[in-house]
Nanobody, 126 residues
Framework: QLQLVESGGGLVQPGGSLRLSCAASGFTLDDYAIGWFRQAPGKEREGISCVSAGGDSSYYADSVKGRFAISRDNAKNTVYLQINGLQPEDTAVYYC???????????????????WGRGTQVTVSS
């Protein structure tokens, strides 16, 4: 139904930065609350940041506060996640997903989201 495409991952050294992109296909991204999540092999999917529909509110997991920043560029129908001060424990596949349109506020609970894409790999290693 709803398709989001993640990009911008890669291999970086500890302390490095990346900007991940979440681009919408076939719908207006600003109409939906958007969450960013990550999952390392053998671990649970973790909510790390989200932004409400319309962009009025954003939230961050304690593990990334002060290092990650979520933003919207409605002209490009894209949500970004700027990730700074990367550490090896940040290594994971990063996903974005829309919440059901009925709920304008976002949540970091992965169970509240649908239409998962393939994600983008972030690897932090020296």
């Amino acid at each position: 139904q709803l398709q989001l495409v993640e990009s911008g991952g890669g291999l970086v050294q500890p302390g490095g930065s990346l900007r991940l992109s979440c681009a919408a296909s076939g719908f207006t991204l600003d109409d939906y609350a958007i969450g960013w999540f990550r999952q390392a092999p053998g671990k649970e999917r973790e909510g790390i940041s989200c932004v409400s529909a319309g962009g009025d509110s954003s939230y961050y997991a304690d593990s990334v506060k002060g290092r990650f920043a979520i933003s919207r560029d409605n002209a490009k129908n894209t949500v970004y996640l700027q990730i700074n001060g990367l550490q090896p424990e940040d290594t994971a596949v990063y996903y974005c997903a829309p919440r059901r349109r009925l709920y304008r506020l976002c949540t970091l609970n992965p169970s509240s989201y649908r239409s998962w894409g393939r994600g983008t790999q972030v690897t932090v290693s020296s």
